[in-house]
């Protein structure tokens, strides 16, 4: 993934139909989402993961001079709303059966020489 979408989970919308609040992603949070879905699909284990998991997160933001590589990056999307657009599209793809699963959650974000997401998921006891 050379380009690291920074729209997050938090970014849905809302209107009113009918007097009552109605809630929809908007596209660039659904092209998101698709990205995701294609990109980790191609990793999904054959059987879902039981038990507790720990998951580790490192987004790697393409440098664009201004950082030295792996430095990290203090500016928007802020990354506990990143986090959980990226669990949640591990959960739909079966990665394990629901995200209250993951007991340990460590991510992160750099700047970085050569973008990507890079994640781990391992079981813990």
């Not at 809630?23 to 949070?29: A, S």
């Not at 209250?100 to 990507?116: C, H, N, Q, T």
Request: proline share 5%; aromatic share 10%.
């Amino acid at each position: 993934m050379k380009k690291i979408p920074t729209v997050t989970h938090q970014e849905k919308q809302v209107h009113v139909v009918h007097g009552k609040p109605v809630f929809y992603e908007p596209e660039e949070l659904k092209h998101a989402r698709a990205l995701f879905m294609d990109s980790f699909g191609q990793h999904v284990p054959e059987k879902e993961m039981t038990g507790k998991v720990r998951l580790l997160i490192k987004y790697c933001f393409k440098n664009n001079g201004k950082h030295k590589d792996g430095e990290y990056k203090d500016t928007k999307p802020d990354l506990d709303n990143s986090t959980k657009l990226v669990q949640d599209c591990l959960t739909r793809l079966g990665f394990w059966k629901d995200d209250r699963y993951v007991v340990s959650l460590i991510a992160e974000k750099f700047w970085a020489d050569m973008p990507g997401i890079f994640i781990r998921i391992e079981g813990v006891s």
